[in-house]
Nanobody
Framework: QVQVVESGGGLVQAGGSLRLSCTVS????????MAWFRQAPGKEREGISC????????YYPDSVKGRFAIARDNAKKTLYLQMNSLKPEDTAMYYC?????????????????????WGQGTQVTVSS
């Protein structure tokens, strides 16, 4: 049984930083592209970062590029998202996803499909 568990969310002031983590079990972690998505109330879910199975290539949309950094530790089956210079508009539920499609575009794209594995999400709230 595949389990995807996010952690690290919370309340932070604008300009602050947070680091999200995602641990995966029951899945051959190092053969999949991994990604982070987010969904704010009343908005569609948005792919905000993606990393190839080896970790050598990453993808970010303009909304987070330069502020967020995705990384992975295949030995620990863990995915990370370092979020810096947070803005109130970054407030959302953040989801870890395994087995996704990513492209350099332009613009860069991060998309899920029917076989994507999802976590339950972790809330990030940025106060102004």
């Amino acid at each position: 049984q595949v389990q995807v568990v996010e952690s690290g969310g919370g309340l932070v002031q604008a300009g602050g930083s947070l680091r999200l983590s995602c641990t995966v079990s029951g899945l051959t972690f190092d053969v999949y592209y991994m990604a982070w998505f987010r969904q704010a109330p009343g908005k569609e879910r948005e792919g905000i970062s993606c990393i190839t199975e080896s970790g050598t290539t990453t993808y970010y949309p303009d909304s987070v590029k330069g502020r967020f950094a995705i990384a992975r530790d295949n030995a620990k089956k863990t995915l990370y998202l370092q979020m810096n210079s947070l803005k109130p508009e970054d407030t959302a539920m953040y989801y870890c996803a395994g087995s996704v499609a990513c492209g350099s575009g332009p613009p860069p794209s991060v998309t899920s499909h029917a076989g994507t594995y999802w976590g339950q999400g972790t809330q990030v709230t940025v106060s102004s």
